[in-house]
């Protein structure tokens, strides 16, 4: 688990969005461009940022949306010439709502799901979270690593969507120690828990 990717120039990105540094939208000049769908599913989760890296954009990625919002129930199209893109998708405040790499073809992205509720991590230590496992209190094993092979670095906050439940959680850094190790947390609304 020592070879995750790392996003923290996300927190740069954010800063110049803020500041209203904007860059137009990208045009395909190609039949064969790729559509790239975001649908918000979510009750209250606000997309205000969608930031693309890949081909012919800048190093640090463009936010695509420019002025626009993905509010809940919405979803946008984006038409990219074809390449390989990453895509972060985040909140006004800079949360991270989702990551997704390599897109090289006709793509969805679903944020959240019917019945499901947001969990936001706040990362407020000094190392990177490498691991989460959010696991039913009744399970006998935590499950798969939430994060797969992204991290949350220091000051930064993702949300992850769950249905309402009883929950263990536990946060480890990329040494597999123990940040936090919550028992029995009851989820029935939106949750935020920092890692501390």
């Given at each position: 688990m020592?070879f995750?990717?790392t996003?923290?120039?996300i ?6 969005l803020?500041?209203?540094?904007g860059?137009?939208?990208?045009t395909?000049?190609s ?6 769908k ?10 205000s940022?969608?930031l693309?890296y ?9 936010d ?6 993905i ?11 074809p390449?390989s ?7 006004y405040?800079n ?10 073809g ?13 969990i ?6 000094d190392v ?11 399970s006998?094993s935590?499950g ?12 930064v906050?993702?949300f ?7 929950y263990?959680?536990l946060?480890?850094d ?14 029935e ?8």
């Open positions: 020592n995750k990717n996003f923290i120039f927190l740069t990105i954010g800063l110049l803020v500041a209203g540094c860059n137009e939208q990208t395909p000049d039949e064969n461009a790729i559509e790239i975001v649908v918000n599913n979510s009750e209250e989760i606000i997309v940022f969608a693309f890949g081909p012919d954009l800048d190093e640090w990625g463009e695509l949306l420019n002025e626009e919002i509010g809940p129930g919405d979803n946008f199209v984006f038409m990219m010439p390449g893109y990453d895509l972060f998708l985040l909140t405040e949360y991270v709502i989702d990551i997704i790499r390599d897109i090289d006709n793509h969805t992205i679903e944020i959240g799901e019917e019945g499901k509720l947001p936001l991590f706040t990362n407020s230590t990177e979270v490498g691991r989460l496992f959010i696991s039913p209190s009744e006998d935590w798969s690593d939430w994060l797969g092979q992204e991290v949350i670095p220091p000051g906050s993702r992850f969507f769950i249905e309402p439940g009883i263990d959680i946060a480890q990329l040494s597999e120690e123990t940040l936090i190790n919550v028992f029995d947390m009851t989820i609304s939106e949750a935020h828990l920092i890692i501390e």
